[in-house]
């Protein structure tokens, strides 16, 4: 599209209200029959996401989406390695969560969490 004078040329991509990209990614980890919650709700329409992802119970990664300096969002690992406690990942939450209001805290426990976490971040 081209830019116009309501359109600036250094403007963000347009991206979905926060409460529907939660909403697609319950959806998609349910349909699969693994299990999703939400662990913090934040800004319907601005809110980060964070992913806690496990299998069985043992963490395995947290990723966040993140904008890249170009303007595209990916999703990033970050906070505790694998196999993190649930005492430092509450912890983790939690700070995040003082610096970060708007945030939304997603967790999954899915029985191919490789898989979900390639097709995720290759998705952006």
Do not use: Q
Not at 13 to 30: D, F
Not at 71 to 90: C, K, L, M, N, Q
Not at 111 to 122: K, L, N
């Amino acid at each position: 599209m081209a830019p116009t004078s309501a359109t600036p040329r250094n403007a963000l991509p347009e991206r979905l209200p926060a409460h529907l990209e939660v909403a697609s990614i319950l959806r998609r980890a349910e349909a699969r029959g693994d299990f999703a919650t939400v662990l913090k709700k934040g800004d319907p329409d601005r809110g980060s996401l964070l992913l806690f992802v496990s299998s069985r119970g043992r963490h395995v990664r947290c990723l966040e989406r993140v904008l890249t300096l170009d303007g595209a969002y990916r999703w990033e690992a970050v906070g505790p390695s694998d196999s993190a406690s649930s005492t430092d990942i509450r912890d983790f939450l939690a700070r995040r969560a003082r610096f970060d209001e708007d945030l939304w805290a997603i967790e999954l426990d899915i029985a191919e969490p490789e898989r979900f976490i390639a097709e995720t971040t290759s998705s952006g």
